[in-house]
């Protein structure tokens, strides 16, 4: 690690890890660690003191942490785990958040990213994956909703 200053810090770390992303607070990190063939994301104290908490029992990579949630993706969908990093890091059970139409696995790097406050995300789509030719964009849908729903309909 290097601070703003220049200081380097070295750290000890698994070999097979990629991937390493600091919590919003900067007491955390989230990384991909490969064991046995299996991608799972770890999270550490960012100091180096204390242990590794592995957070994806099933399988998981591509952390990517927004205010107390930190998003992951596994078999081609991304996940999301409710956290809290003080006074300890703990993690809530990770849920679907939605199935992706795009290439998720391009280890070591991630190719998606969300907002700070967890509501957008960014992917990169693979040049295999179908290509949309248009987008529909609807404004003021909430007057579109409620004239739907006043039954008129037209």
Same mark, same amino acid.
Request: charged share 20%; glycine share 12%; hydrophobic share 40%.
């Given at each position: 690690?290097?601070?703003?200053?220049?200081?380097?810090?070295?750290?000890?770390?698994?070999?097979?890890? /990629?991937?390493?992303?600091?919590?919003?607070?900067?007491?955390?990190?989230?990384? +991909?660690?490969?064991?046995?063939?299996? =991608?799972?994301?770890?999270?550490?104290?960012?100091?180096?003191?204390?242990?590794?908490?592995?957070?994806?029992?099933?399988?998981?990579?591509?952390?990517?942490?927004?205010?107390?949630? *930190?998003?992951?993706?596994?078999?081609?969908? *991304?996940?999301? *785990? =409710?956290?809290?990093?003080?006074?300890?890091?703990?993690?809530?059970?990770?849920?679907?958040?939605?199935?992706?139409?795009?290439? *998720?696995?391009?280890?070591? $790097?991630?190719? /998606?990213?969300?907002?700070?406050?967890?509501?957008?995300?960014?992917?990169?789509?693979?040049?295999?994956?179908?290509?949309?030719?248009?987008?529909?964009? +609807?404004?003021?849908?909430?007057?579109? $909703?409620?004239?739907?729903?006043?039954?008129?309909?037209?």
């Amino acid at each position: 690690m290097l601070t703003v200053e220049g200081k380097r810090e070295e750290r000890s770390w698994q070999p097979a890890a /990629y991937g390493a992303v600091f919590s919003p607070d900067g007491r955390w990190i989230a990384y +991909t660690a490969t064991a046995g063939g299996i =991608d799972q994301v770890v999270v550490r104290p960012a100091s180096g003191t204390g242990g590794a908490v592995q957070v994806t029992p099933d399988g998981g990579a591509a952390p990517a942490w927004a205010g107390h949630e *930190l998003f992951f993706v596994r078999r081609g969908s *991304l996940h999301v *785990l =409710d956290v809290s990093t003080e006074p300890a890091f703990q993690a809530g059970a990770s849920k679907v958040l939605f199935e992706a139409p795009f290439e *998720l696995d391009t280890a070591p $790097l991630r190719n /998606y990213d969300v907002t700070r406050d967890g509501k957008r995300f960014v992917f990169v789509r693979s040049a295999s994956a179908p290509h949309w030719g248009q987008i529909h964009l +609807t404004l003021n849908w909430t007057e579109e $909703l409620s004239r739907l729903a006043a039954g008129s309909g037209k």
